[in-house]
Structures are given as C-alpha cells and as structure tokens.
C-alpha cells in the first residue's frame, strides 16, 4: 500500500484531520480558552487537483521551502503560539 500523509490540527489533546485544506486558501479554525485564530498550512507536492490549490512555492522568495505553516491570531493580546509539526504517515 503506498503512504499517504495526514495533517492533523488542534488546541489540545483533540487533533481534526485538515489534510482537505493543505495548499489551499481555506484557514481552519483554532479555538480554546488559550487561543482564538487560524491556520494555513502549504506542503509541497501534496496536491489535490479537486480543491482550489494556489502556487505558494512558485514566488523566488520561497526556492528551497517545502512546508509551511501560518497561524494568525484573532485576539491581539495573544502573543505566544506553540507548534508542534510531527511526521504522520499512514500506511
């Protein structure tokens, strides 16, 4: 069976299965009594055809990038973030 990779997000000990949002403009929601935001996460190579796919690794700047993650948050008190990005790869 060949491997495919899950991406996984949450707030806590509860992760959501977001890998319908990689490489998409779509930012999933982030919500706890620590944190209020979102995130967006780009992995290249992993595409989807179906969904609305933007080229975020074509820009100069990004040569060399293969993954990224942006997290915004929606309450400007906040001003630590934590993230933990942990290969998972199911078979």
Do not use: C
Not at 50 to 58: G, L, R, S, V
Not at 65 to 87: D, H, K, V
Request: hydrophobic letters at 35%; glycine letters at 6%.
């Amino acid at each position: 069976m060949t491997p495919r990779l899950r991406v996984l997000a949450g707030t806590g000990t509860t992760l959501t299965p977001i890998t319908h949002l990689v490489n998409t403009t779509n930012a999933f929601s982030l919500v706890s009594d620590r944190f209020e935001g979102e995130v967006v996460v780009s992995i290249k190579g992993l595409t989807r055809p179906d969904k609305d796919t933007y080229d975020y690794f074509e820009r100069p700047e990004r040569q060399g990038i293969t993954w990224s993650i942006q997290a915004s948050s929606l309450n400007q008190s906040q001003q630590t973030m934590y993230f933990l990005a942990t290969p998972l790869i199911d078979r």
